[in-house]
């Protein structure tokens, strides 16, 4: 814009002007500086060196150095193997074992949809989300004996974890929980004595997405097509009949699943849960109820 | 759990029995004196109260303990903010008096919100998706490609193998026949010579030469009457195909 | 300031908090800041200072209030427990958890269970995997008796004379050695 006609002016102007040469061209203004020598009272008498020392006597210290303690340029060493260690997730591991015990002893009511807020309600399990923690990876340990039928959404679960819970007629389903969201689930008690609204759960990172929007995992972004696909795929592998889940009596429990942008079930965001007086307030403003459905 | 509570198990003892004590009198006064001694039962109850509580609490600790909000009033700065009047809200309820409309994010929170998360998640999740598919699909291609060029390659192994030897066995060749040719001449000069002279001698070098050239020109006359015998060969086919025609 | 506009991750880092983790892993894609949106786009942890003062907040926002809600089975879920729940009794525990038994309180010693319902019986090790002691705890009643039947049992079973520990007044027996599996099997057997 304002760019261009410079530049048209300036080509205009070359063509009308004479030839350029070193006898009408020069620098552009502030290009030397004229060091002034130091004299008189501010600039003479140790001309900027300070007293003694190193400094004064032009014997300087190489950069870094601490005058004999170990720098720390050179504290910390060089370890590679944890070389991005801070830009990747952690999933802390939760054995089918382990919940196949909390589910005997009543810690956890397989009536209803399980995820990490009911298993981290249990006590059996806990995570730090500080520690770059995304979730619960469900582990293969105990998967043979492992003999419940449960709707439940981990973060992470490999092909064995989602067999064995396939195999005993449940759902299994991957999610992404943005740390936020993490800290609501791990403590939902705290969350809603601190009067805010719930807010949206936020969309995977994209080396995230993958694991996510794919059939295989569970992802919950997943196509549910590709989804009952896998299942039969697995049934085949592992050698169980596939269960049909329509026939079952607790089919609309087994197929509850979270919106995207849903962090509890149940509960939308933009709600406000007031403990004290049981009530929910929910927001009736057209720009607050679409700031929380985006 | 035991030792948080003690106090308030005593206090409500302490109480049972003071309560116990005054609301005979109470009663029986308030039965003789109808309606006019309201405001100093009032402050009689207040003071009573100030008795009866031992806790040595401080009024916002007696406040907590007995489920109401701490300060009526603000004391410090952090008791203006929103952040703490939500709080209350959570905490207390609709008793806490504090307008439930800050417990939603403002207009300026909203957009701020929305600012950040446009820079913070650029990508929807189908654009998100299709750069994994293509960036998927680009290391197929690539580890295609290269499997082709390796496949290719490989087909031509053979070949090469015996190109390679060939060319080995050629220059070989080359170098046994070039070696044959020299010892032939050096025994033909050492046969013409008669006696056995040292090869590096100067005649010996010399008849080398002179052999060497002569070997040379008839090679070059039988190429030459190679090559006319096929032009001839060639000149007859001709002809006979022209007859034939 | 201009350290800010070069890429979107540092920008991102800006935004992490205590953590100081890139919360999106997007790569560095150049994207252009205006002046105005980084001065209100500042750091903010979750402190009182940063909050705003509720006399500046000028939003009304209509709201329904919601008594006693058809959703509020939901919140009730997420609420933590008062105390640890009882276990019913069901007909088989897939886990391979062995609830305490009615026979076990008629023995002259009782092993207490935990509060998780499991039995105390732990490993110690120490002196970087040296030493190896397992040590049956909340025992009540004749707990010398119990030391002798826990000794019968171990040299029976390993053949040799495996030393204890009868600590009364503490309420445990400390086995040397790794038999934390032979004393749970033993435990069990009877009824604890």
Same mark, same amino acid.
């Given at each position: 814009?304002?760019?261009?006609?410079?530049?048209?002016?300036?080509?205009?102007?070359?063509?009308?002007?004479?030839?350029?040469?070193?006898?009408?061209?020069?620098?552009?203004?502030?290009?030397?500086?004229?060091?002034?020598?130091?004299?008189?009272?501010?600039?003479?008498?140790?001309?900027?060196?300070?007293?003694?020392?190193?400094?004064?006597?032009?014997?300087?210290?190489?950069?870094?150095?601490?005058?004999?303690?170990?720098?720390?340029?050179?504290?910390?060493?060089?370890?590679?193997?944890?070389?991005?260690?801070?830009?990747?997730?952690?999933?802390?591991?939760?054995?089918?074992?382990?919940?196949?015990?909390? #589910?005997? /002893? *009543? $810690? @956890?009511?397989?009536?209803?949809?399980?995820?990490?807020?009911?298993? &981290?309600?249990?006590?059996?399990? +806990?995570?730090?989300?500080?520690?770059?923690?995304?979730?619960?990876?469900?582990?293969?340990?105990?998967?043979?004996?492992?003999?419940?039928?449960?709707?439940?959404?981990?973060?992470?679960?490999?092909?064995?974890?989602?067999?064995?819970?396939?195999?005993?007629?449940?759902?299994?389903?991957?999610?992404?929980?943005?740390?936020?969201?993490?800290?609501?689930?791990?403590?939902?008690?705290?969350?809603?004595?601190?009067?805010?609204?719930?807010?949206?759960?936020?969309?995977?990172?994209?080396?995230?997405?993958?694991?996510?929007?794919?059939?295989?995992?569970?992802?919950?972004?997943?196509?549910?097509?590709? #989804?009952? /696909? *896998? $299942? @039969?795929?697995?049934?085949?592998?592992?050698?169980?009949?596939?269960? &049909?889940?329509?026939?079952?009596? +607790?089919?609309?429990?087994?197929?509850?699943?979270?919106?995207?942008?849903?962090?509890?079930?149940?509960?939308?965001?933009?709600?406000?849960?007031?403990?004290?007086?049981?009530?929910?307030?929910?927001?009736?403003?057209?720009?607050?109820?679409?700031?929380?459905?985006? | 759990?035991?030792?948080?509570?003690?106090?308030?198990?005593?206090?409500?003892?302490?109480?049972?029995?003071?309560?116990?004590?005054?609301?005979?009198?109470?009663?029986?006064?308030?039965?003789?004196?109808?309606?006019?001694?309201?405001?100093?039962?009032?402050?009689?109850?207040?003071?009573?109260?100030?008795?009866?509580?031992?806790?040595?609490?401080?009024?916002?600790?007696?406040?907590?303990?007995?489920?109401?909000?701490?300060?009526?009033?603000?004391?410090?700065?952090?008791?203006?903010?929103?952040?703490?009047?939500?709080?209350?809200?959570?905490?207390?309820?609709?008793?806490?008096?504090?307008?439930?409309?800050?417990?939603?994010?403002?207009?300026?929170?909203?957009?701020?919100?929305?600012?950040?998360?446009?820079?913070?998640?650029?990508?929807?999740?189908?654009?998100?998706?299709?750069?994994?598919?293509?960036?998927?699909?680009?290391?197929?291609?690539?580890?295609?490609?290269?499997?082709?060029?390796?496949?290719?390659?490989?087909?031509?192994?053979?070949?090469?193998?015996?190109?390679?030897?060939?060319?080995?066995?050629?220059?070989?060749?080359?170098?046994?026949?070039?070696?044959?040719?020299?010892?032939?001449?050096?025994?033909?000069?050492?046969?013409?010579?008669?006696?056995?002279?040292?090869?590096?001698?100067?005649?010996?070098?010399?008849?080398?030469?002179?052999?060497?050239?002569?070997?040379?020109?008839?090679?070059?006359?039988?190429?030459?009457?190679?090559?006319?015998?096929?032009?001839?060969?060639?000149?007859?086919?001709?002809?006979?195909?022209?007859?034939?025609? | 300031?201009?350290?800010?506009?070069?890429?979107?991750?540092?920008?991102?880092?800006?935004?992490?908090?205590?953590?100081?983790?890139?919360?999106?892993?997007?790569?560095?894609?150049?994207?252009?800041?205006?002046?105005?949106?980084?001065?209100?786009?500042?750091?903010?942890?979750?402190?009182?200072?940063?909050?705003?003062?509720?006399?500046?907040?000028?939003?009304?926002?209509?709201?329904?209030?919601?008594?006693?809600?058809?959703?509020?089975?939901?919140?009730?879920?997420?609420?933590?427990?008062?105390?640890?729940?009882?276990?019913?009794?069901?007909?088989?525990?897939?886990?391979?958890?062995?609830?305490?038994?009615?026979?076990?309180?008629?023995?002259?010693?009782?092993?207490?269970?935990?509060?998780?319902?499991?039995?105390?019986?732990?490993?110690?090790?120490?002196?970087?995997?040296?030493?190896?002691?397992?040590?049956?705890?909340?025992?009540?009643?004749?707990?010398?008796?119990?030391?002798?039947?826990?000794?019968?049992?171990?040299?029976?079973?390993?053949?040799?004379?495996?030393?204890?520990?009868?600590?009364?007044?503490?309420?445990?027996?400390?086995?040397?050695?790794?038999?934390?599996?032979?004393?749970?099997?033993?435990?069990?057997?009877?009824?604890?």
């Amino acid at each position: 814009m304002g760019s261009r006609q410079i530049t048209e002016k300036a080509l205009t102007m070359l063509r009308s002007l004479p030839r350029v040469s070193l006898g009408n061209i020069r620098d552009n203004p502030g290009y030397k500086k004229n060091p002034k020598r130091g004299r008189g009272q501010h600039g003479g008498d140790k001309h900027g060196a300070g007293n003694k020392g190193s400094g004064q006597r032009q014997n300087y210290m190489r950069l870094g150095y601490e005058t004999g303690n170990n720098p720390f340029y050179l504290r910390m060493p060089h370890e590679h193997y944890y070389k991005g260690h801070h830009l990747r997730r952690q999933y802390p591991p939760f054995s089918l074992h382990e919940l196949q015990l909390i #589910i005997d /002893k *009543d $810690r @956890l009511d397989i009536s209803k949809p399980i995820d990490i807020a009911s298993i &981290v309600k249990s006590g059996m399990y +806990n995570f730090t989300p500080d520690e770059k923690h995304f979730g619960i990876n469900l582990t293969d340990v105990g998967a043979d004996c492992f003999a419940a039928k449960i709707n439940i959404e981990v973060q992470w679960a490999s092909e064995q974890v989602i067999a064995a819970i396939e195999k005993m007629g449940g759902v299994i389903t991957t999610a992404y929980y943005d740390p936020h969201s993490l800290y609501l689930l791990r403590d939902p008690k705290k969350f809603f004595e601190s009067g805010q609204s719930i807010p949206r759960r936020m969309i995977p990172p994209p080396d995230a997405i993958e694991y996510y929007t794919s059939a295989k995992s569970r992802g919950y972004l997943a196509d549910p097509e590709e #989804i009952s /696909k *896998d $299942r @039969l795929r697995l049934a085949q592998k592992y050698g169980y009949e596939l269960h &049909v889940l329509e026939d079952d009596p +607790n089919y609309e429990m087994l197929c509850e699943r979270k919106d995207p942008r849903q962090i509890f079930y149940g509960l939308e965001p933009g709600w406000v849960i007031n403990l004290k007086d049981q009530c929910i307030l929910k927001p009736k403003d057209s720009e607050l109820q679409r700031f929380f459905a985006s | 759990m035991n030792l948080y509570f003690r106090p308030k198990l005593l206090q409500s003892r302490l109480t049972s029995v003071f309560r116990s004590a005054t609301t005979v009198s109470e009663v029986v006064q308030n039965e003789q004196v109808d309606i006019d001694d309201t405001e100093n039962s009032l402050a009689r109850e207040a003071e009573i109260e100030k008795k009866r509580n031992i806790s040595r609490l401080s009024a916002a600790h007696y406040n907590v303990i007995n489920g109401r909000r701490p300060y009526k009033e603000p004391m410090a700065l952090p008791h203006l903010t929103v952040k703490y009047n939500r709080k209350m809200y959570g905490k207390y309820g609709a008793a806490s008096g504090v307008n439930p409309n800050i417990c939603w994010p403002s207009k300026l929170d909203i957009e701020e919100k929305q600012e950040y998360e446009a820079v913070a998640y650029p990508f929807t999740i189908k654009e998100m998706m299709t750069m994994v598919a293509e960036k998927r699909e680009q290391e197929r291609l690539k580890t295609q490609q290269r499997d082709n060029e390796i496949a290719a390659k490989f087909a031509k192994l053979g070949q090469w193998k015996k190109e390679l030897k060939e060319k080995i066995a050629k220059k070989e060749a080359e170098v046994e026949a070039a070696k044959l040719k020299k010892e032939r001449l050096i025994e033909e000069v050492r046969r013409h010579f008669g006696f056995t002279l040292d090869p590096r001698d100067e005649r010996f070098q010399e008849m080398l030469a002179k052999r060497e050239k002569e070997q040379k020109k008839r090679e070059k006359q039988a190429r030459l009457e190679a090559r006319e015998k096929l032009m001839i060969a060639k000149l007859q086919q001709k002809k006979v195909e022209g007859v034939s025609e | 300031m201009a350290t800010v506009w070069r890429s979107q991750s540092a920008f991102a880092r800006i935004f992490a908090g205590k953590s100081g983790l890139i919360l999106n892993n997007t790569a560095d894609l150049g994207a252009k800041l205006n002046p105005a949106s980084i001065s209100t786009l500042k750091k903010h942890y979750s402190n009182y200072a940063h909050s705003p003062f509720v006399r500046k907040i000028q939003e009304q926002y209509e709201f329904e209030i919601i008594k006693n809600p058809p959703e509020w089975e939901y919140v009730q879920r997420l609420l933590p427990f008062e105390s640890i729940p009882k276990i019913t009794p069901k007909a088989a525990y897939p886990s391979g958890w062995i609830p305490q038994k009615e026979e076990a309180s008629n023995l002259p010693y009782f092993i207490e269970r935990n509060k998780n319902q499991d039995l105390s019986i732990y490993l110690d090790i120490s002196y970087r995997g040296m030493r190896k002691i397992s040590k049956i705890k909340k025992i009540e009643g004749d707990i010398w008796l119990m030391n002798d039947d826990v000794k019968d049992f171990l040299k029976k079973r390993y053949k040799r004379y495996i030393e204890t520990r009868v600590h009364e007044l503490g309420k445990f027996i400390e086995v040397k050695g790794d038999y934390v599996n032979a004393l749970n099997e033993w435990a069990y057997s009877k009824g604890f």
